[in-house]
Nanobody, 123 residues
Framework: VQLVESGGGLVHAGGSLRLSCKVSGSKFDDTTIGWFRQAPGKEREGISCISASDGATVYAESVKGRFTISRDSAKNTVYLQMNSLKPEDTAVYYC?????????????????WGQGTQVTVSS
């Protein structure tokens, strides 16, 4: 399974970015996708995931109401729309994949990872 993230960049506080995660090598509709981030000196944080089966979603409290995860089966792509960005959202963002439908925001539950994309929010 291969995952490729894109869409990171530099944005001012209050701005928006949309991250994409292109998935290949797996049956997309049987794959649950999670988004994680890691800031320098901090643990990797699970921020959202979307179920393979019914599109159910989970969000961390730190991003709830500001970030939206979605999936496009025709494009084998999962998106993370990030609005009202804050300087504390600055991190490398990763998407990860796991087989099955169980929603998890624990990094150890995901065997497949992308290379990450940098998001920097200036104050």
């Amino acid at each position: 399974v291969q995952l490729v993230e894109s869409g990171g960049g530099l944005v001012h506080a209050g701005g928006s970015l949309r991250l994409s995660c292109k998935v290949s090598g797996s049956k997309f509709d049987d794959t649950t996708i999670g988004w994680f981030r890691q800031a320098p000196g901090k643990e990797r944080e699970g921020i959202s995931c979307i179920s393979a089966s019914d599109g159910a979603t989970v969000y961390a409290e730190s991003v709830k109401g500001r970030f939206t995860i979605s999936r496009d089966s025709a494009k084998n792509t999962v998106y993370l729309q990030m609005n009202s960005l804050k300087p504390e959202d600055t991190a490398v963002y990763y998407c990860a994949a796991r087989a099955g439908v169980v929603l998890l925001t624990t990094a150890s539950g995901y065997p497949y990872w992308g290379q990450g994309t940098q998001v920097t929010v200036s104050s």
